[in-house]
């Protein structure tokens, strides 16, 4: 079994490529998972992977906007996702974002 000082940079690099794609099919795939709800529980939602997608393409050279990467990461243009798919988050997905946010600016 193979450790982690085992691995080349390129096949850790080929791991963390598939990770990704796995892990926005997931999220595809659980479109009623609602990103307030990502937010509330994991601090990231599918916008900010769209985000660091443009962060990582800009990094190495490659324009890329937002929308494109949103598209990328939804699996469909942003608009589409949303008007078949968000829901109005509730008073309480909101109180407790807000709470959240307050928290990560106390500390």
Known sequence: ??????????????IEAAVYRRLVEH???????????LMNLADFCRNCLSKWY?????????????DAAREIVYGMPYAEW???YQREATPEQM????????????S
Do not use: C, H, W
């Open 95 to 106: 109180a407790a974002f807000e709470a959240r946010e307050k928290a990560k600016q106390a």
């Open 27 to 37: 999220l595809r795939s659980k479109p009623e998972v609602q990103n307030i709800d």
């Open 54 to 66: 443009v962060a990582a393409a800009e990094e190495r050279g490659v324009a890329l906007d937002y």
């Open 82 to 84: 949303k008007s078949r």
């Open 1 to 14: 079994m193979s450790t982690t000082s085992d691995i080349s940079e390129n096949q850790r690099e080929a």
